[in-house]
């Protein structure tokens, strides 16, 4: 009989509840007994959702982030918190952001503190709390939040299966402070994994869930042998323990991880299926190998009778040995299909969101335990819609398709190397010595929201909503000029979202309604499913900033986003190279960009916070990625003229090991995340000479706290170590969309402020 389970479930509800409830909590709305509630009551509707598997995950809900409770877990929590009392959940709250509810600060702590430094889990959008380490951590063991959602759980009846994140990958992904060796703090780490281990046996658990995500990627000698003195070390334990890789294949890893002393190993066979064969001669035969065969990452529906065909020789080699499940937790779709009613039918009918995944994955288990007949009418409907979609018109365009085809490099290159455009627009926008901006967006505040979603219903007419949105643009381009901001912004009002703005007026795409994902915190996305080939048939964003600088006499930057950000924060089609749909989408952007040009906007922002976060997980694999990444960026950006300046922007990346790409990018202006950390992102400038202008974010958005003029002052005096000052812009880390207008004014007003310092030092 083959075992059925999933690795992890959407935590913020089908209809983002848990959004509302942290927010309604942080602005002291309501109590933290109410947010508690939330968490059961979304728990407990989760473990329902998945009825009918033999494992379910528990630990998996997080009221933050998932490494943020491992975090406290283990009882490491930074220095500047550990100072406050009270509840654990607010002190959780200020590592995560800052500051918790208004109501649970502390008299002398209201400013908030320093929140942890966050970024990309692997090559997702998913942003986790990055862990700090110095020679002086220490690790105890808190397992009351793990061992309250177990109790749940199992008062539930619920199957459980409790999830952690190994001690292997969670060094794996911290920064050490002072540069200790984190694998130095493995023995202090690991007798409290296997305390925890022996706790959780203690209340019945039969089975562990620990992820090792580390192990797709690959590992120096002093890496495996950390992975193998984990292992044998906490065999021991008195539970069984299924040790869980995904997001990538093992390759050379399979030797390594067949063979650690675990009662089963999960592996990712969506992009790692080459790695099963290998894998039944390594495992010994008393080992679990659980697949990861329905896809955690992206929406389209599985083969399933083509799945069938594969796993049926499997299913008969291994027997019970044999497990199956989504690839990876289900976190990084959405919730369900069956809240999507304004779906085209046709592209509906090619969708799986979670709770449909969990169906395809009970159908295989029912295919494999009673035989393809019990579910022939099921299997007949998968392989017509899956043939309706290769079919389909909607999804190729012979004309786009040649477009792509006349693609030459020429399209790419800048009429004159860097030197001769920065003179040009030197004398043409006239800017100060350390310039002024922001990313892009400004509040969206809830006027803003019911005008968008009054329109969108059809309840204000589409000239209501234009003048709606031109009030807000003339609200936003006068508070910027009281600022005395040296280049300009339009607000970005109309714009729902950076990616799915786009994708609404670009063909080729579909949009859920509640197809929402976390991530981070109560920040949820809804990514656009890039179903066909994109054609662009007007102009998106001429109107609106045409109209922003007409109502001023500073710069006006246009505001794009790039066509790898556009494709790494969709779903994207799974029946063509991601490179060519990446084409198909700078063409979209290029077009854009010229007319942005033609309409006389001097300066034009692409977007690339994605960039980075496609990196394959294996560096072997990078130059490739990156070819056709960066080509891309210059085919939509390089056709304009030397007078007109180019920005990108990138936030929460480590970037350092790719700065020869960022900078082959030839933008003229870049700006990037690294005030939260603290500049380090900035190391790479030591021994890489950057050509063109940079502006490192010296407010972190993320935050509610304003950052004073000093710090900002502090952080540009940290750059100008690195960069020349005439290299150097101040802006935020991010755009302002998250924040409110009386957080945003007077972390701006510092911000120039610190700029003039600058200049008159």
Aim: glycine share 6%.
């Amino acid at each position: 009989m083959v075992t059925l389970h999933n690795l992890g479930f959407p935590r913020i509800g089908a209809q983002r509840e848990l959004k509302f409830g942290l927010e309604s909590y942080w602005k002291g709305e309501s109590p933290r007994q109410a947010l508690q509630a939330l968490g059961a009551q979304l728990r407990q509707t989760h473990w329902q959702q998945q009825a009918g598997l033999d494992w379910v995950p528990v630990g998996d809900f997080s009221f933050y982030d998932q490494v943020l409770d491992m975090s406290f877990t283990l009882g490491h929590l930074p220095e500047r918190v550990q100072g406050f009392h009270g509840d654990v959940l607010d002190n959780y709250f200020r590592v995560a952001r800052g500051r918790s509810a208004g109501h649970a600060e502390h008299p002398g702590c209201c400013a908030g503190v320093a929140a942890g430094e966050m970024t990309k889990w692997f090559d997702t959008n998913y942003h986790y709390i990055v862990p700090e380490f110095s020679a002086s951590t220490t690790f105890t063991l808190d397992a009351s939040r793990l061992l309250a959602q177990l109790a749940e759980a199992q008062a539930q009846g619920v199957r459980a299966k409790p999830v952690l994140i190994g001690p292997v990958t969670y060094l794996a992904l911290g920064k050490a402070k002072d540069g200790t060796d984190k694998l130095a703090l493995l023995e202090r780490l690991l007798p409290v994994y296997a305390q925890l281990l022996d706790t959780l046996a203690a209340q019945g658990v039969q089975w562990v869930q620990i992820d090792e995500p580390i192990l797709a990627t690959e590992l120096g000698a002093d890496w495996q042998h950390a992975l193998t003195t984990a292992y044998h070390q906490l065999k021991s334990c008195r539970v069984n323990i299924l040790l869980a890789s995904y997001f990538g294949p093992l390759l050379d890893n399979k030797y390594l991880a067949a063979h650690l002393p675990v009662a089963g190993l999960h592996i990712d066979a969506v992009s790692g299926r080459d790695d099963v064969l290998a894998l039944l001669g390594l495992l010994p035969a008393h080992k679990v190998l659980s697949l990861g065969v329905i896809d955690g990452r992206n929406v389209w529906k599985t083969d399933l009778t083509a799945l069938l065909d594969w796993l049926e020789p499997l299913a008969a080699r291994l027997g019970e040995r044999l497990w199956l499940a989504p690839s990876c937790s289900l976190l990084h779709v959405p919730v369900d299909l069956a809240s999507e009613p304004q779906l085209a039918p046709d592209i509906c009918a090619w969708l799986a969101f979670a709770r449909q995944k969990l169906d395809e994955l009970r159908l295989l288990g029912q295919a494999l335990h009673q035989g393809r007949q019990a579910v022939a009418a099921e299997l007949a409907a998968n392989a017509a819609d899956l043939a309706a979609r290769r079919a389909s018109p909607r999804v190729h365009r012979p004309e786009v398709q040649a477009a792509v085809a006349a693609i030459t490099p020429a399209l790419g290159q800048r009429h004159s190397p860097y030197a001769v455009r920065a003179a040009l627009q030197a004398t043409q926008l006239q800017l100060p010595p350390y310039p002024t901006t922001t990313i892009g967006s400004f509040p969206q505040t809830p006027e803003i929201r019911r005008a968008r979603s009054a329109f969108k219903r059809g309840a204000l007419p589409a000239a209501a909503y234009q003048a709606a949105m031109q009030a807000e643009i003339a609200h936003s381009v006068r508070e910027q000029e009281a600022l005395g901001l040296d280049v300009l912004v339009h607000g970005e009002a109309e714009r729902n979202d950076m990616v799915e703005y786009f994708g609404e007026q670009l063909e080729g795409y579909a949009f859920s309604q509640f197809g929402w994902v976390q991530s981070y915190g109560s920040r949820c996305v809804k990514p656009p499913i890039l179903f066909g080939d994109i054609h662009r048939p007007q102009a998106m964003t001429v109107g609106w900033s045409t109209y922003a600088q007409s109502l001023t006499d500073k710069p006006m930057k246009g505001m794009l986003t790039g066509p790898v950000t556009l494709l790494n924060w969709s779903f994207v089609r799974d029946d063509q190279p991601r490179a060519v749909t990446c084409q198909q989408l700078a063409l979209a952007i290029r077009a854009e960009v010229l007319e942005l040009e033609k309409a006389g906007i001097r300066i034009i922002q692409i977007d690339e916070a994605a960039l980075r976060e496609g990196l394959p997980l294996r560096h072997s694999q990078w130059p490739a990625y990156l070819d056709w990444a960066v080509a891309s960026f210059r085919l939509c950006a390089n056709g304009v003229h030397d007078a007109t300046q180019i920005h990108t922007h990138m936030c929460y990346s480590e970037f350092n090991d790719i700065i020869a790409a960022i900078a082959h990018m030839d933008a003229d202006v870049i700006t990037i995340e690294t005030s939260r950390s603290h500049m380090e992102l900035l190391d790479a400038f030591e021994h890489f000479e950057y050509p063109n202008a940079i502006g490192p974010g010296v407010y972190d958005i993320h935050s509610p706290n304003i950052p004073t003029q000093d710090s900002m002052v502090q952080l540009m005096r940290q750059a100008g170590r690195r960069i020349a000052a005439n290299q150097l812009w101040v802006n935020p880390d991010c755009g302002l969309k998250t924040r409110q207008w009386n957080e945003v004014l007077p972390a701006l007003r510092a911000m120039v402020a610190a700029a003039q310092a600058l200049r008159a030092a």
